[in-house]
C-alpha cells in the first residue's frame, strides 16, 4: 500500500484532525478544544500521511522554548498528536514521521525535541527517553493537616473567575518557569490553556475554580481546581480536583493547599501532576495518607547533541569524553568532549581522545535536564565507565538541585 506523506495545510486541517480523534479512541474533540488547537496549531511542522483522500497519520510540533538547568532557556520542538490509524499499523508510517520531523527539527536550528508520551514503549526507538516524572497524589483530607509556615495566615485568599485571573496567573507561571527544568516558557496563545473549561473535560465536577493568592496587594500565587460533589450514608465525602497550583513563596504555596484540603462538604484532594519534589511532601502530616504514585513525564530528545549539551547549565565542572551510539540520528553518534568550568560555561565537541564514559542517546537524553543521574543508569546496565571516577563527576555535574517537572500537556 503506498501512502503520501505531506506538509499539513489549512484545507486538511478538519481530517488531520479526525484522524487525530481515531488515533487517541475515537472520542470526538469538543467544539472548543477543535477552535484552540486550530488557533495554537503550527501547519508547517505538521505531517500527514494520506491514502487517497483519507487521512491515516498524524504528526504535530509546537515551537517551544523549555527551561534547562542553570536558569537557562533552549528552543524546543514540542512534539504531539503522532498517531498512525488503526488500519495502517506496522507499515512504517511512524518511523518515516519520525525521520521527517527530526530532520526539520534540525533544519530549523532546535536542539532539543520533547514530547508526551501516551505509551512509553513506543518513542526509545526514535531516541526519546523520559527525563521528566510525575507525582500524584490523593490526599485524605479528613486525616491530614497541612503545616503552615511563618507568614501564612498573612496570605490573602481571593476567588476570582479564571479568565479574569488569566494575566495574573500567566506572570506567577512565568517567574516561576525558568527556575524548573523541563518546564516550557508559554508562547503567545498558550496562556488561554490553563483556563480553558470544556464540560467534556470536568468529568462530571464543577466548572473550574480559581482562588488567588495575594501578598502586600500582589498576587504570589493560585490554584485552578473543580470540585466533584459525592455522598455516602455518613455524608460528604466530595473531591477536589487540582489542575494546576503554583506559589512564589512558601507561606502563599502553604496557604493554597490549606485552602483546599478545608473546602466544605469535601474529604479528598486529588492531583495528577505534581513534581516530584513537591513542597507539600514535607507540608503533610501524614504522606502515607496522601497516595503517592510516581510516573514518566516528559520526554526528551537530543536532535543536535553538541549544540544541547553547550545550552544548559552544569551543576559542578566537568571535563569528560563521552562515547555515544545514536543509530536514528547518526549525526550525534561518536566521541564527544564535554567540559564546562566553575562559572558554567560549557563546550561539547568533536574529540578523538579515549572515551570515558558509554552510552546511547537515550541515557544522555534521560539525564540531560537533571533529574535522572547517570549513576542510577550505569546501575541498570546502560552507561559503562571506562575510566574511573568519570561516571561520578558526570553524574555530579549533570544534576540539578531542583527536579524537572512539565507542569501542562501539549
Known amino acids: 500500500m503506498t501512502t503520501e506523506l505531506r506538509v499539513l495545510s489549512r484545507a486538511d486541517w478538519d481530517a488531520w484532525l479526525s484522524c487525530v480523534e481515531v488515533g487517541f479512541g475515537g472520542v470526538p474533540i469538543s467544539p472548543e478544544g477543535r477552535e484552540m488547537y486550530a488557533a495554537l496549531a ?11 483522500p483519507d487521512c491515516v497519520g498524524t504528526a504535530g510540533a509546537y515551537s517551544f522554548r523549555v527551561a534547562v538547568p542553570g536558569g537557562r532557556v533552549v528552543p524546543a520542538a514540542g512534539i504531539s498528536m503522532v498517531t498512525v490509524a488503526p488500519t495502517h499499523r506496522r507499515q512504517g508510517l511512524l518511523t518515516a514521521m519520525m525521520r521527517r520531523q527530526l530532520d526539520g527539527i534540525r533544519s530549523v536550528g532546535e536542539p532539543l525535541a520533547v514530547l508526551l508520551a501516551s505509551e512509553p514503549a513506543i518513542y526509545g526507538r526514535f531516541g526519546y527517553a523520559a527525563a521528566t516524572s510525575e507525582t500524584n497524589l490523593r490526599i485524605d483530607t479528613s486525616r491530614v493537616r497541612i503545616a503552615a509556615p ?41 496562556e488561554r490553556v490553563p483556563v480553558s473549561d470544556p464540560e467534556s473535560a470536568r ?17 504570589t500565587g493560585y490554584v485552578t481546581y473543580h470540585l466533584h460533589p459525592a455522598w455516602d450514608d455518613s455524608g460528604p465525602r466530595g473531591t477536589v480536583a487540582v489542575r494546576d497550583l503554583m506559589g512564589l513563596d512558601p507561606a502563599s504555596y502553604a496557604a493554597l493547599w490549606r485552602f483546599l484540603s478545608g473546602i466544605d462538604l469535601t474529604s479528598v484532594v486529588e492531583c495528577r501532576n505534581r ?54 540520528c ?16 560549557a563546550a561539547c565537541r568533536r574529540t578523538n581522545d579515549d572515551p570515558e564514559l558509554a552510552l546511547s542517546v537515550n541515557e544522555l537524553a534521560a539525564a540531560y535536564l537533571g533529574g535522572v543521574s547517570l549513576t542510577a543508569l550505569a546501575a541498570a546496565g546502560l552507561v559503562r565507565e571506562l575510566r574511573a ?7 555530579l555535574a549533570l544534576s540539578s538541585d531542583t527536579q524537572p517537572w512539565c507542569p501542562h500537556g501539549f
Open 330 to 345: 547518526p549525526w550525534n553518534a561518536g566521541r564527544w568532549r564535554l567540559t564546562a568550568d566553575a562559572e558554567g560555561a
Open 150 to 190: 511563618g507568614g501564612t495566615d498573612g496570605v490573602r485568599l481571593r476567588r476570582v473567575p479564571p479568565a479574569d485571573a488569566l494575566d495574573a496567573c500567566e506572570a506567577v507561571y512565568g517567574r516561576l518557569a525558568a527556575s524548573r527544568p523541563g518546564t516550557p516558557l508559554r508562547q503567545p496563545g498558550w
Open 203 to 219: 468529568k462530571g465536577g464543577s466548572p473550574l475554580q480559581c482562588v488567588l493568592a495575594e501578598r502586600d496587594g500582589e498576587v
Open 275 to 328: 513534581p516530584a519534589d513537591d513542597a507539600v511532601l514535607r507540608l503533610v502530616s501524614d504522606v502515607r495518607r496522601c497516595e503517592v504514585r510516581s510516573r514518566d513525564g516528559l520526554y526528551v530528545r537530543l536532535v543536535e547533541l553538541g549544540q544541547a549539551m553547550e545550552a544548559r547549565g552544569y551543576r559542578t565542572p566537568v571535563d569528560v569524553v563521552l562515547e555515544v551510539e545514536d543509530t536514528f
Open 389 to 395: 571516577g568519570a561516571l561520578a563527576a558526570a553524574s
Open 42 to 52: 503550527e501547519p508547517d511542522r505538521s505531517l500527514g500521511h494520506w491514502d487517497g
